[in-house]
């Protein structure tokens, strides 16, 4: 399968507690983009990735997610001191460099706050 | 601002009927992309259809078809002879090309084709 992957797919966890996902592009795409979406909603941005260098982040990513692309491969986002407003899904998606190009989205990871 | 309105929070159709989808959009950039994308129930987004902002000129793909007119900030998206498997969340979305190439997502429609 050459698509978008993404690890766990379901993820629970207590309040304060650190999560951290992961995301495989396809082999070929050097941009990843993190989205969150949440229940009845269009996914947001939250950051993507040219190759390893992080070029846009939005003011939705507060200082308590950090996410890496160290060798612009695979990419991980981390959300420390989780809260329930953490709680939805959050989404991987990669695509070339071309502008406009479409995104490839993956399954997401749902994240659960208790 | 970057922005994209779908008016139309739910829509149910019966099988077969034609179904148009709205979205407004709203953009500071000269060039950018607009997208169609599908999320069925398994909740998986897939890509549907992209446009730019210098073709305006509209087109069939098998029972897809789009509208896009520059001058009312539309894209509009039909389904044509609707199916129970189109049953799913349509997102449109905006890729401005010099103000950050991420995209920004409507709200969605649930659209419902009912047998």
């Known amino acids: 399968d050459t698509g978008v992957s993404q690890n766990p797919r379901h993820k629970i966890t207590k309040r304060g507690q650190n999560v951290t996902f992961r995301c495989d592009p396809i082999s070929e795409h050097n941009r990843l983009y993190w989205y969150r979406q949440t229940l009845g909603q269009g996914p947001e941005f939250l950051t993507y990735?040219?190759?390893?260098?992080?070029?846009?982040k939005s003011r939705l990513l507060s200082d308590r997610f950090s996410a890496e692309r160290p060798k612009g491969s695979f990419s991980t986002l981390e959300i420390q001191r989780t809260e329930q407003g953490d709680s939805a899904m959050y989404l991987c998606?990669?695509?070339?460099?071309?502008?406009?190009?479409?995104?490839?989205f993956g399954p997401g990871t749902r994240l659960t706050v208790l | 601002a970057q922005k994209v309105t779908q008016a139309q929070t739910e829509i149910s159709v019966v099988e077969k009927e034609d179904v148009t989808l709205d979205c407004v959009y709203e953009?500071?950039?000269?060039?950018?992309?607009l997208f169609w994308y599908k999320q069925p129930p398994s909740g998986e987004l897939v890509f549907l259809i992209r446009r730019n902002s210098f073709d305006e000129q509209n087109e069939i793909s098998g029972r897809y078809s789009w509208n896009f007119q520059k001058s009312t900030s539309s894209f509009n998206f039909t389904i044509t002879a609707s199916q129970v498997v189109d049953s799913a969340v349509y997102f449109c979305a905006l890729s401005e090309v010099f103000y950050g190439q991420n995209f920004v997502f409507g709200p969605g429609t649930r659209l419902s084709a009912l047998p």
């Open positions: 998606a990669s695509s070339g460099q071309t502008p406009g190009n479409e995104q490839f």
């Open positions: 990735f040219q190759n390893e260098a992080q070029l846009e």
């Open positions: 953009t500071r950039d000269t060039t950018y992309y």
